[in-house]
T-cell receptor, first 117, second 109 residues
Framework: NAGVTQTPKFQVLKTGQSMTLQCAQD?????MSWYRQDPGMGLRLIHY???????DQGEVPNGYNVSRSTTEDFPLRLLSAAPSQTSVYFC????????????????FGEGSRLTVL | DAKTTQPNSMESNEEEPVHLPCNHS???????IHWYRQLPSQGPEYVIH???SNVNNRMASLAIAEDRKSSTLILHRATLRDAAVYYC??????????FGKGTRLHILP
């Protein structure tokens, strides 16, 4: 049972570099999302998607891009990394339910720890 | 989006019940109430959810007030492994799932 798979688990970048955090789920979930968690803080929603071809902004979208070309994958792109983006990133997915009824539990990946120097 | 209010932290003794409150007075009639917890150095995990009726599962019970403006997560017999941050989250149709600050639960041996 793969569930939600995030890669890489660890990454160090220099300021200004770009990279993509990968997220894949094998549960045929419609809903996928990205969160970041800074040390000692709660999770903040970056972007989310309610289905293939549909994405929307969360609480802290600036500096990040997403796309959802397939149901399985939801990559998060950092366009020009900054030290303020040093954080642990979590991808999550869920089955949104019939007619968008939000009953599905969120399944989380193990997280990707990003350090920007 | 419905706002939630939870205590910053709580303490409980091991093997005793724990009642974690959440106030969500602006919740809409179609919002489900979800609870998640995050163990140290791990990602969040689902605990329980409900709409109007009280709910039970193997991890916990969820008691929802009749007016739905508050709910209580009940851990019937806390263990050291239950030490975590607990998040109460109203979840609505637009699927923007916002985690607040949660309650940090400390379990005393």
């Amino acid at each position: 049972n793969a569930g939600v798979t995030q890669t890489p688990k660890f990454q160090v970048l220099k300021t200004g570099q770009s990279m993509t955090l990968q997220c894949a789920q094998d549960m045929n979930h419609e809903y996928m999302s990205w969160y970041r968690q800074d040390p000692g803080m709660g999770l903040r929603l970056i972007h989310y998607s309610v289905g293939a071809g549909i994405t929307d902004q969360g609480e802290v979208p600036n500096g990040y891009n997403v796309s959802r070309s397939t149901t399985e994958d939801f990559p998060l792109r950092l366009l020009s990394a900054a030290p303020s983006q040093t954080s642990v990133y979590f991808c999550a997915s869920s089955y949104s339910g019939l007619a968008g009824i939000p009953t599905g539990e969120l399944f989380f990946g193990e997280g990707s720890r990003l350090t920007v120097l | 989006d419905a706002k939630t209010t939870q205590p910053n932290s709580m303490e409980s003794n091991e093997e005793e019940p724990v009642h974690l409150p959440c106030n969500h007075s602006t919740i809409s009639g179609t919002d489900y109430i979800h609870w998640y917890r995050q163990l140290p150095s791990q990602g969040p995990e689902y605990v329980i959810h409900g709409l109007t009726s009280n709910v039970n599962n193997r991890m916990a019970s969820l008691a929802i007030a009749e007016d739905r403006k508050s709910s209580t997560l009940i851990l019937h017999r806390a263990t050291l492994r239950d030490a975590a941050v607990y998040y109460c989250i109203p979840r609505n149709r637009d699927d923007k799932i916002i985690f607040g600050k949660g309650t940090r639960l400390h379990i005393l041996p």
